[in-house]
């Protein structure tokens, strides 16, 4: 079953695609140009105002460490994390297939970057999160992060509206299980 497939019935290609998953197994590998097609697959069925297919061409580009996670020959979550600099590092996006949710694919990707960004120097750990996404902001409150303000406006929304950023930052402390597991 390819990629295809799971797309054309989602009902069918959420079990379909959890069965095949639990069998196979996954695994992390960098994002590539031949990714592309099924990251905005995705990209366009979660988000409501999904990134272009340009700006993952521009983080691809760029250098940004830009990984998916892949099982069953399909891209079961993809993220993105900006190179350290001055220790800083930002995770620019992540995102699981939406046949995948609350299977832990989540965490793993978010942890994956965390430990590419200590790898890279990061001390401290950036993220944007709308304050409506309350699932992800209990994620990256149960890996550490903590809300350290908000960018007024931030975000497009629905009727010419804009929304406010949360903004999240993750200490690395020395000793901690993301710097021990480099
Ligand atoms: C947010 C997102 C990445 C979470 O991925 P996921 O694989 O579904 O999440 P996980 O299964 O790894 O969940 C890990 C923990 O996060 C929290 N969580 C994740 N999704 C949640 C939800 N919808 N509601 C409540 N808690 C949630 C829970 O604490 C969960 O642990 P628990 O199940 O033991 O309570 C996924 O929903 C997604 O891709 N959303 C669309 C894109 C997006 O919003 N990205 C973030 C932009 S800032």
Known sequence: ?????????????????????????AVFRPMNEEDLWGVMAIESRVYQFPWSER???????????????????VIVAYGIVSAAAAGEA????????????????????VEKLIRVAVERQAETIFLEVRPSNHGAIRLYERLGFNEIGRRKGYYQAVGGQREDALMMALKIEDGSTFKASC
């Not at 760029?62 to 069953?72: H, K, L, M, R, T």
Request: hydrophobic share 35%; with cysteine; charged share 15%.
């Open 1 to 25: 079953m390819g990629l295809f497939d799971l797309f054309k019935n989602p009902v069918i290609g959420e079990n379909t695609l959890k069965s095949a998953l639990e069998k196979s197994g």
């Open 90 to 109: 930002h995770i620019l996006n992540i995102c699981v297939h939406p046949d995948a949710h609350m299977c832990g694919y989540g965490q793993r990707m």
């Open 55 to 73: 700006i993952f061409r521009d983080c691809l580009s760029s250098g940004y460490s830009s990984w998916v996670y892949e099982g069953a020959n």
